[in-house]
């Protein structure tokens, strides 16, 4: 929107002013009464071109940008330039400034025609006076659009590297906003574990549970299977080892646990009809809680490993 009405202004600009230098050129050509209506002319391009500059100016004031501030001082300066050049153009088309100019043109007439007296050539110097004076005058009025041009063609030079500055700051601003949005969304990744965040149905673990009790007691059936349970006869007072004379059979899970049980049963049984009890060590009978009839199931195991290692006697 204000690149589009900047150029609008410009090109507006740019047709009032060829009008000014087109009523700045007739009046350097005019001659006799035509200075009246050049200068007239002249007078209302150049009004026209200063409301145009003015509602440009106001534009720029209220953008309110670096671009717009500093196309505002750089219009200032041409602006200032081109009232220069019309304001000397109008002083020299006033009476007083085209009689001083015809003052200076006859001086220099009547010197040159002095000098040509004495050659006898009269009509040949006032010609050449004539044409010099116009050749000067023509060089200045060059010279000054020379001048000019020189400044506007900096000006221009100054404003198109301004304006391939801001575009090529416009390019890394829309850069570094992708780079900060795509810092964003990795950073957002990341804190999720590294996937996309997308709803996943309830996973039903049952089946992995189950499979784990099978496996686990089929372990311990195994384990129980190839154990193998002494029987020890007790003889006057004491407690001595004998070999085994049975074993355990591979039983099922819920027969072999009877048996076990069956056999602390008796045992207890064997061990408080005899009283053979006193004679039993402390630890031993200690360890004897765990082995009655209420004993719990999670220390069956216990038990065994208690019968095998000749610690507890059935």
């Not at 501030?69 to 085209?98: G, N």
């Amino acid at each position: 929107m204000y690149q589009t009405s900047r150029e609008e202004h410009c090109r507006k600009l740019d047709s009032v002013w060829k009008n000014v230098e087109s009523a700045l050129q007739a009046l350097s050509h005019a001659k006799g009464e035509q200075f009246t209506g050049v200068k007239t002319h002249l007078r209302a391009s150049y009004e026209r071109y200063e409301r145009a500059t003015a509602r440009y100016s106001a534009f720029l004031e209220k953008a309110k940008t670096f671009e717009a501030r500093h196309e505002l001082r750089l219009r200032q300066v041409i602006d200032e330039d081109r009232e220069a050049i019309v304001s000397e153009k109008l002083r020299e088309a006033t009476p007083q400034e085209r009689d001083k100019a015809h003052e200076t043109a006859s001086q220099f007439f009547l010197s040159v025609h002095s000098r040509a007296s004495s050659r006898s050539r009269r009509s040949g110097s006032s010609t050449i006076s004539l044409a010099a004076v116009q050749a000067r005058a023509q060089a200045e009025a060059v010279k000054a659009r020379a001048q000019f041009g020189r400044k506007e063609a900096a000006m221009r030079l100054e404003k198109a590297r301004i304006e391939a500055e801001l575009e090529v700051l416009q390019h890394e601003r829309e850069a570094a906003a992708a780079d900060a949005q795509a810092s964003a969304l990795e950073a957002a990744v990341e804190q999720d574990g590294g996937e996309c965040v997308r709803p996943h149905p309830p996973l039903d673990r049952t089946p992995r549970v189950s499979s784990y009790i099978t496996e686990q007691a089929a372990i311990r059936d195994a384990e129980l299977a190839s154990l193998r349970v002494p029987v020890v006869h007790p003889r006057s007072q004491s407690l001595e080892h004998a070999e085994v004379t049975n074993h355990l059979p591979d039983f099922p899970r819920p027969i072999a646990t009877n048996v076990l049980v069956l056999l602390c049963v008796v045992r207890d049984l064997r061990v408080s009809k005899d009283g053979t009890t006193g004679n039993v060590a402390p630890e031993i009978a200690d360890r004897r809680k765990f082995t009655g009839p209420d004993a719990p199931a999670c220390d069956r195991r216990v038990q065994l490993e208690m019968v095998l290692k000749g610690d507890l006697q059935l």
